[in-house]
Each structure stands twice: as structure tokens, then as C-alpha cells.
């Protein structure tokens, strides 16, 4: 029955994380209001001045008092360690009619959030407890143009009970969510990298709440032509590194050293890494230095290099250093309607990663080649010296090969991010094994 029982256990419970973030303290006190935004704020002054449902009884108190105005003087998110959110509102309402006009109250909404995984595995905010408290404040003509007092009174058992529904105020919370719940879901959306290989980030399992901040482990597939690609089992299990000390970030993303080998290993499934080299050569001055060639070729052709991917790339991280390896064959060859080949090198190329951040983008260059070296794989013109080899295509292969991986990642690679926030202030440190990146989040204004 185990051995029935595990055939049945989905693929993904044994997935484990390669990549991560650490949503810090700062990054929940983080907030851009504008006027016409439809934040929490509006939401809760749209919903609590809503029209009230009318009631059957005539007499009904409910039916003859209303929420005319509402002023939130504080709308802000704490964390609470080992345990989730703390979402806490102040307001001042304004209902009417009262005895002497206009009646202002104040509203306290304390009310604790956590994320959790839901069914269809995607992370979503939910409250778990919600405690509002009413104050009654002098009337507008009570006060005499002095500050309101609050009353000696609080909600429960009073008449004020019949002014506002209080029951009804933790309903309205609960809409609040609904517009970041939508965010939510865009973090596991597929982002493009190239026209047929994509990236998508999957939480793990919901995430945990430490005095750094909420930590979110994630594990990223590729998919290439709509396919998930199966990629090799990451060595080492990758956890999120805790920051040195309490960073101002609002964010810090951190990436395993598994993620970039998984990055390169997808694109060469997709054989964007497989480039085509035009060399200065022709097959006329390469007859110069290797006399077989003279019989291959009747009319002078360029030279064309025909590199593909004989094993799977790999990306070393070390200490400021972000390395990768490439293992290339180029085919080199000419032939202006069929490409005909003559010979065969293996190319081992060595070269340094730069690493950079534009909006939610990882923008990944070769910096610089520090090392390639080059073997006789095939030869339909005799053996030649590596020596030879070196002198005839190191250049073109210096040069071209960085200017096409180059090419292929222009774009760069999307970040784990939700829909309307961008990265700012990013800082990029390379350590062993993994990459952090702390940023601060920016709020993109609305258009339409």
C-alpha cells in the first residue's frame, strides 16, 4: 500500500526553494496614497457611506441613521513575529441625522492577517480575527467650534449599536482584501524571457513571519514552447539567508547559485544558446594556412562558425563573482545555399556575469571572457595544431560569442513580483553560492 501510495504523491511536494524574499518591516509600512487611487482607504469610505439596505419597520433606527462622511486618519500594517499582520485603522465618521445635527464618531478596526496557501497553491491574505471599537465624539453643534470630546461610552450595549452596524464593519475589512488577493496571484504568473522560454516563480507553502520580516520561499520552472522542462535536482537545499542586521529595504529578493545554472540550462533547451559566428575569414584565406581547404571550395565563400551546446551550461557564484560556463562545438564550415562543414572544435568558454536590476527585471550580461579554450573535435581537412586553432577563430569567438548571449538576454529575466510594484534603490552583493538583492518597492501610478 506505501509503495501505491507514494506513485500517487504529486511531483511537486518534493520540490524545494531556489529563490526567495524577505518582505522586511519597512516594506508593509510602505504605502503611496493618491487622491484617486482605490486603495484601502477609498474602499473603506466607499463601503461604510454605502446606502443602507432599507429596513421593513418603519421606526427601525438602522433604517433612519447613515455614514455621511468618512476621514481615515491612519490605515497601517505592522508584523507580528511567528504570527502574521496586524492591519490597524483609525477613522472619524460622520452620521446623520442625530438630535443636534450631524453625530462624529470614531472608528478603531485592529485586525489580524495572515497569508496562506489556498487550493489552486497560490497565496492569498486572509483575516483570522477583527476587533472594532466605536467612540462617540460631541456633535458638530455641541462642540462650538472646539475640539471634539470623546464620550465616557464605548459601543457595546449602547445606542450606538443602532447607529452603525459594528458586525457589518469586519464584512467591510474583509473586502479590503479582495484587491491585494488579486495582486497575489500575478506573483505565480508565467513572464517571457525569450519568445519561447518562460520563467515562473511558485510558492512553496505559506509564508513564515520571523522579526525580519515575511519570508516567502519559492521554486522556479521553465517552460519551453509551453512545456515545464524537467532541470537538474538542485545539490545543495537553498533556505533564505537572514540579513546581517535590520536592513531599511522594504524588500530583499535572494537567488540560490541553482537558479542561474537552471536559467541557462532552459535557454539552452530552447537553443538560444545556439548562435551562428561570421568570421572575417573567407575560405580562400583559410586555404592560405590550411592546404586541404584549397579542394573543398571552388569559389571564395565567408568563413561561418555553427556553435551548439554539446552539455549543459553551469553558473559558479562566488564571492562578488558571478561565473559562467559554457560547453560549446562550433562547426565550422561555408557554403552560400548549403552550409558544409570541415571542421569540428570544441570551445570551453569561462566568462564573468554582470548582474543589474531595471524595474522588476534581472538584467544579465557578459562582462568579460576570462577564459576559452579550444580542442579538435573533427577535421575533414587533417590535423591541425591548437595552436592554429587558437590564432584562426579565438578572435571571432571572443568577440561574438558574448555579443549573441547578449543579445538573447536583452530584455532580461522578470523578478518574483506582483502586478503594479516596481523595484527601486536596488543593491546587488554576489556572495558563495547565492545573490541578494535588497530594493524598495515603488507603488506605479494608475493610468486610465
Known amino acids: 500500500l506505501s509503495v501505491l501510495l507514494s506513485l500517487l504523491v504529486p511531483a511537486h511536494s518534493t520540490r524545494s526553494p531556489d529563490c526567495g524574499g524577505i518582505l ?8 503611496k496614497c493618491r487622491p484617486t487611487s482605490g486603495g484601502g482607504k477609498s474602499v473603506l469610505r466607499r463601503d461604510l457611506m454605502a446606502p443602507p439596505v432599507p429596513d421593513p419597520s418603519p421606526t427601525s433606527p438602522s433604517s433612519r441613521n447613515q455614514i455621511t462622511s468618512v476621514k481615515v486618519e491612519q490605515f497601517s ?3 507580528v513575529p511567528d504570527s502574521g499582520m496586524r492591519l490597524s485603522i483609525e477613522a472619524r465618521l460622520g452620521v446623520t441625522p442625530a438630535p443636534s445635527g450631524t453625530k462624529e464618531m470614531r472608528l ?7 497569508v496562506e496557501m489556498n487550493p489552486e497553491e497560490n497565496l492569498e491574505l486572509g483575516t483570522s480575527d477583527c476587533k472594532p471599537t466605536l467612540e462617540e465624539l460631541q456633535s458638530t453643534e455641541e462642540t462650538d ?3 471634539p470630546q470623546i464620550s465616557s461610552f464605548k459601543s457595546s450595549g449602547s445606542d450606538i449599536d443602532k447607529q452603525i452596524n459594528v458586525e457589518k464593519i469586519c464584512l467591510e475589512v474583509s473586502k479590503l482584501l479582495l484587491f491585494p488577493n488579486e495582486r497575489l496571484m500575478s506573483l505565480a504568473a508565467p513572464f517571457p524571457i525569450t519568445p519561447s522560454c518562460q520563467v515562473q516563480y511558485l510558492p512553496l507553502a505559506a509564508p513564515m513571519y520571523s522579526e525580519q520580516g515575511i519570508i516567502i520561499s519559492l521554486q522556479t520552472t521553465f517552460q519551453v514552447a509551453g512545456t515545464v522542462i524537467p532541470l537538474p535536482v538542485s545539490p545543495v537545499p537553498f533556505s533564505m539567508p537572514e540579513p546581517a542586521s535590520s536592513s531599511s529595504s522594504h524588500l530583499i529578493l535572494a537567488f540560490s547559485e541553482h537558479f542561474y545554472t537552471s536559467l541557462f540550462s532552459a535557454l539552452e533547451e530552447s537553443g538560444a544558446l545556439n548562435v551562428s559566428l561570421l568570421s572575417s575569414l573567407t575560405t580562400a584565406t583559410l586555404a592560405e594556412r590550411i592546404i586541404q581547404m584549397g579542394s573543398l571550395f571552388q569559389e571564395d565563400l565567408p568563413v561561418v562558425l555553427q556553435a551548439v551546446t554539446r552539455s549543459a551550461p553551469h553558473v559558479v557564484l562566488e564571492e562578488d563573482k558571478a561565473i559562467l560556463q559554457l560547453f560549446l562545438t562550433a562547426h565550422i564550415g561555408a557554403g552560400s545555399s548549403l552550409f558544409q562543414s570541415f571542421l569540428s572544435v570544441n570551445v570551453d568558454v569561462t566568462a564573468r556575469l554582470h548582474l543589474s536590476v531595471a524595474g522588476t527585471r534581472m538584467i544579465i550580461s557578459v562582462a568579460a571572457i576570462e577564459d576559452i579554450e579550444l580542442s579538435l573535435a573533427t577535421s575533414d581537412v587533417g590535423p591541425i595544431l591548437a595552436a592554429l586553432l587558437e590564432e584562426l577563430f579565438l578572435p571571432t569567438i571572443r568577440e561574438e560569442v558574448p555579443a549573441q548571449i547578449n543579445g538573447v538576454l536583452r530584455q532580461g529575466v522578470f523578478l518574483p513580483h506582483i502586478t503594479s510594484f516596481t523595484y527601486t534603490n536596488v ?16 507603488l506605479e501610478a494608475r493610468t486610465g
Request: proline share 5%; aromatic share 6%.
Open 24 to 31: 522586511t518591516p519597512s516594506g508593509l509600512r510602505y504605502r
Open 77 to 79: 500594517l505592522t508584523l
Open 108 to 114: 478603531s478596526i485592529l485586525a489580524d492577517l495572515h
Open 145 to 147: 467650534r472646539s475640539a
Open 427 to 442: 543593491n546587488i552583493t554576489i556572495h558563495k553560492d547565492y545573490v541578494l538583492i535588497p530594493c524598495n518597492l515603488q
